[in-house]
């Protein structure tokens, strides 16, 4: 298929498949004799998995250490698995999931504090904000 029936059976845009096939999480596809990109029903299933694994708080970066992964993480989705609360995410990705949550833990715990003294400082002077 084309590229903009892929992209739409994977729930994106045209511009997000070359955008992922540049970043490495979408491997270069068949190109027809006159230069047109041609995507398999794999290929559209892999741009699902990387679309919700990004959704999950992983960034491009972070798939992009584990590209090869992606294709394992496909199939079990094809086999009825769900992503989401799944422990394939962090097996999957050899511990890039397990440092995503660790920072998106440090960025709360961060937040957090910056909260309590903002709080702390509106308490004490009405007039800050």
Do not use: H, K
């Amino acid at each position: 298929m084309r590229i903009g029936d892929a992209a739409a059976a994977a729930g994106t845009t045209p511009r997000a498949l070359r955008f992922y096939e540049e970043r490495g999480l979408l491997p270069p596809p068949v190109r027809t004799a006159s230069g047109q990109r041609e995507y398999g029903t794999r290929d559209v299933e892999r741009v699902r998995v990387v679309r919700d694994l990004l959704s999950l708080g992983l960034t491009v970066e972070d798939l992009a250490r584990v590209a090869p992964q992606l294709d394992e993480l496909a199939e079990a989705a094809r086999g009825g698995d769900t992503l989401c609360g799944s422990r394939d995410v962090p097996a999957a990705g050899g511990g890039v999931a397990s440092a995503r949550l660790a920072a998106l833990d440090a960025e709360i715990a961060r937040l957090s504090d910056l909260r309590a003294r903002l709080a702390a400082r509106l308490e004490g002077d009405q007039t800050v904000g």
